[in-house]
């Protein structure tokens, strides 16, 4: 049932995608080439099942692009990538399956269609209509051309920062500041006595925050964000100029306006979301600001606060203020416990078990396998692995994938969901387990959230499966899993020295909590400017250069720009699909996500009542609605953001 990933090999990464795309074709084929009276049965089914057949595929052979640790099986999987991706996009391009979905939705039949299947059509209609099948023949070559142009760009640009390898050669004096485990885990430089300081998180980010040595932070964020800029930039202006000419194409004014059309916002309303957090945000991340500025002047008097500043200042200030300590913090999240923890308060609140496999046949030896069930049950519903160390390769960040789709299979059974998170933590040394920064549980809590909408899905058909919602709606199952990290009575459950096995003491874990929101301004102008980022890249009368668009929102953050860097090469959501033209969906389905939890505060943060209801509704039905008719019928009322505006110290407003 699960896949074999331990020997892949290349050309079985590439066999995968051609046979799955062969077997899809001749599907396709017996849709177009059906003589008899057009049925669901004989049209939309046979799509459905040719399009499973390929997303299938591509959580074996494409996946591997991004996570193998052998770099010929991920150049495979690149290939594979393109192909498989190339294929998704030409499906819709294809006139005469347009032509057969076309005359089935006006028959007799399609009009008494409901509920999934009645959206099925009208979205298959949907995707027809924006691949331009209405219009003339030329013009649809030319977009079909431009949207395989777009593909390949993206799967250029993200080989290219996955196979990023910098970083600089210091000393231990150099490194003032940095704890002992963090030595530890470092490379060995070329000359003896040396470390070697990667660009990867788990070298960059505690070096950011930790590191004494200013210049040291001034060279490693310089490298950091110029990570493969050389070719990427230009990867991203054209992609930027491509995504323009599909939108005139098709009519639209800009590529926002064609990527918002199927989305909850529209250009009117998000705009004036960004206007009602803007004005206030940056008056209070100005006094943030001031603050962190006064830290630094006994240091650097009459010296400005860099980028390679604040957040050295931001962790000197909570320890200042509230008394905490990341590095004391996070001897009190070992990940294995972490993740156990995270486990069980899942398995109470939303009526589930995890089971793990010893025997994983995963791509690589550090992964972990997990079974979920039912409570009290024995036969498994989904499957989850998860790669949470980082090695040479390996995508960069934190994501999740859908590797297997929840829906009925064609003989009726229903196919169970596998999805995969990937992290990049700390690995464990000789002397201490993995440990984890709180910042960092909250990102496994909120991959996992994405974990949870996978493979809790309970959806009839695949396109709706899971985390198949509008993309502005997508991120609001995972904003609210980063709500329990921050809960006494969660972490109290799991948060115990690595060492002597003793709980977190209360008032450590009572002064983490109450730094939550130190900077909470600077932190949300930051999110503020990503998105605002994205919109100048696609929301313009004409093509906007990466460079130009970082240098005229970069003050949205208040602090000033890197000089020399080019943010655009690494910022790998602007090449993404889904995410160009939809960052603003972090924070937009934050105040969702922020919203639902307001019902755990005032039900029990732990109530399996609500976290069954929750399941029901938000997790269990995927895209099978519209996202803001499935928050009513979980919240029992329209969406409010006062629970997220509150954090913020603003006023409310409704997005």
Not at 273 to 280: E, K
Not at 283 to 298: I, P
Not at 622 to 642: A, C, H, I, W, Y
Request: glycine share 8%; proline share 5%; with cysteine.
């Amino acid at each position: 049932m699960l896949t074999d990933y331990s020997h892949l090999t290349p050309s079985a990464t590439i066999e995968i995608a051609d046979v799955a795309i062969s077997t899809a074709n001749h599907l396709i084929d017996t849709v177009v080439s059906e003589t008899s009276e057009r049925t669901y049965a004989n049209t939309l089914a046979p799509l459905d099942q040719a399009l499973n057949l390929v997303r299938d595929a591509d959580g074996v052979s494409a996946f591997m692009a991004r996570i193998h640790p052998d770099e010929s099986v991920r150049g495979a999987g690149s290939e594979a990538d393109e192909t498989i991706q190339k294929w998704l996009s030409n499906l819709a391009f294809n006139h005469d399956l347009y032509e057969a979905v076309r005359d089935y939705s006006q028959s007799a039949a399609a009009l008494e269609l409901d509920g999934e299947w009645e959206r099925n059509l009208d979205f298959w209609l949907r995707d027809f209509r924006r691949a331009g099948q209405e219009l003339a023949p030329k013009d649809r070559e030319k977009l079909q051309a431009l949207r395989n142009d777009l593909i390949e760009l993206h799967v250029a640009y993200e080989r290219n920062l996955d196979e990023w390898d910098d970083g600089l050669e210091v000393s231990r004096d150099d490194l003032g500041g940095m704890s002992e485990p963090y030595l530890a885990r470092l490379a060995p430089g070329s000359a003896e006595g040396t470390y070697r300081v990667t660009v990867s998180y788990p070298d960059y980010v505690p070096l950011m925050e930790q590191c004494t040595n200013r210049d040291l932070r001034q060279k490693m964020q310089f490298k950091f964000m110029n990570r493969a800029a050389d070719a990427n930039l230009p990867l991203l202006n054209r992609a930027v100029q491509v995504r323009w000419d599909i939108a005139h194409l098709l009519g639209y004014e800009t590529f926002v306006d064609l990527a918002l059309e199927p989305k909850m916002a529209d250009p009117d309303s998000l705009a004036a979301f960004y206007d009602s957090l803007i004005p206030g945000l940056l008056a209070l991340g100005q006094d943030e600001l001031n603050v962190l500025t006064g830290l630094m002047s006994s240091e650097y008097p009459d010296q400005m606060l860099m980028p390679w500043d604040w957040t050295f200042y931001d962790a000197r200030q909570a320890e200042l203020d509230f008394g905490v300590d990341n590095n004391l913090v996070s001897e009190y999240f070992a990940l294995g416990a972490t993740v156990q923890g995270m486990l069980d308060i899942c398995a109470e609140v939303f009526g589930i078990e995890f089971a793990p496999i010893e025997e994983t046949k995963a791509w690589d030896d550090d992964v972990l396998l997990f079974e979920i069930r039912n409570a009290g049950e024995e036969a498994a519903i989904a499957y989850f692995y998860a790669d949470l160390h980082p090695r040479p390769g390996k995508y960069g960040h934190a994501a999740c994938w859908r590797l297997r789709a929840g829906c009925l299979a064609t003989d009726g059974t229903y196919r169970l969901p596998v999805s995969a998170i990937a992290c990049n933590f700390t690995k464990p040394t000789a002397d201490s387990p993995s440990l984890l920064q709180h910042s960092e549980v909250e990102t496994l809590f909120h991959e996992f959230g994405h974990v949870l909408h996978n493979t809790l899905t309970e959806t009839k058909l695949p396109r709706f499966s899971g985390t198949q919602t509008e993309r502005d709606f997508v991120e609001a199952p995972s904003q609210i899993m980063e709500n329990w990290t921050w809960e006494p009575t969660v972490l109290s459950r799991f948060a115990r020295h690595y060492r002597t096995g003793e709980l977190i003491p209360e008032e450590l874990l009572a002064s983490l909590v109450e730094a939550r929101n130190q900077n909470i301004a600077l932190k949300t102008l930051r999110q503020v400017f990503f998105g605002q980022y994205d919109l100048a890249l696609h929301g313009g009368a004409a093509p906007t250069d990466a460079a130009e668009a970082y240098w005229d929102n970069i003050g949205l953050t208040v602090v000033p720009g890197h000089p020399g860097t080019h943010f655009g090469a690494s910022f790998g959501h602007m090449m993404s699909d889904g995410y160009a033209a939809g960052y603003y969906g972090y924070l937009w389905s934050k105040i969702y996500g922020d919203d639902m939890f307001s019902v755990f505060v005032d039900q029990g943060v732990l109530n399996p009542g609500v976290g069954r209801r929750y399941r029901n509704t938000i997790l269990a039905q995927g895209g099978t609605k519209d996202g803001t008719e499935l928050l009513v019928e979980f919240l029992g009322r329209p969406p409010s953001s006062q629970a997220f505006m509150a954090k913020l110290g603003l006023k409310e407003t409704l997005p």
